[in-house]
């Protein structure tokens, strides 16, 4: 009996021991589950941060570029109107031509004092006018060649023979090209 006695607390040993190994094991187990849900909630946390971050630069440019919109806007609001008055300058420049043939030098000069007005109100709004003047290079870019005639001399060649018409930019945009004459 005492071997089986023996036995029986070797026995009752080991299952102790094995008892307390499950036991720890659980309770590891629920310690690696805990870590694990506190790295799942940090994980959660720094998605959720980075989400923030880019949802907040994605806005920071969003209101860049509605500004940067909304200047350029105010910068041409006028173009279409201003690009309508165009032909009056046109007709200012034609009339002070003529009246200039005249005798009349009362109305000249009316007419004249009209046009600086009216051409100081667009100059105020952002309107200059792009310089092209006989004998200039042509440059395809600033200029509209609406015809090439021969040159009348080779200095003349690819160059400004005559301004059919003006032209004018509005800020850095040129909403008329000057309509000119080539020589080739």
Known sequence: MSDKNNIDEILDGNLNEEVQD???????????EELSVEDQLKEDLAKEKDKFLRLFAEFENYKK???????DLFRTAGQEVIVALLPVSDDFDRALQELSKSEDKEMFKGVELIQNKFKQVLKAKG???????????????????????????????????DVIEKGFKLGDKIIRHP??????
């Open 179 to 184: 309509k000119v004459v080539v020589g080739n």
């Open 65 to 71: 570029r509605t500004s940067k919109e909304r200047m």
């Open 127 to 161: 309107l200059e006018e792009v310089e092209a003047k006989p004998g200039d290079v042509f440059d395809a870019d600033l200029h509209e060649a609406i015809t090439q005639i021969p040159a009348p001399d080779k200095k003349m060649k690819g160059k400004i023979i």
């Open 22 to 32: 499950k036991e720890q094991e659980q309770v590891e187990n629920v310690e690696v």
